[in-house]
């Protein structure tokens, strides 16, 4: 499975079965209410944490 992540969107290539386990893995770490929309602002605050640091 590929995986692609722009600044506003995932995209995720592979089979469903691949695909339902990525999303489950990221309802586990992210919980069952999270949005995509969640997980990519947070990750693009995280990004942009990280590089203060540098």
């Given at each position: 499975?590929?995986?692609?992540?722009?600044?506003?969107?995932?995209?995720?290539?592979?089979?469903?079965?691949?695909?339902?386990?990525?999303?489950?893995?990221?309802q586990?770490?992210?919980?069952?209410?999270?949005?995509?929309?969640?997980?990519?602002?947070?990750?693009?605050?995280?990004?942009?944490?990280?590089?203060?640091?540098?």
């Amino acid at each position: 499975m590929k995986s692609y992540q722009g600044e506003q969107s995932i995209h995720m290539v592979g089979r469903a079965w691949q695909i339902r386990i990525m999303l489950k893995q990221w309802q586990n770490q992210w919980g069952p209410e999270a949005t995509i929309a969640d997980i990519l602002s947070t990750k693009r605050l995280n990004k942009h944490a990280n590089s203060h640091h540098d």
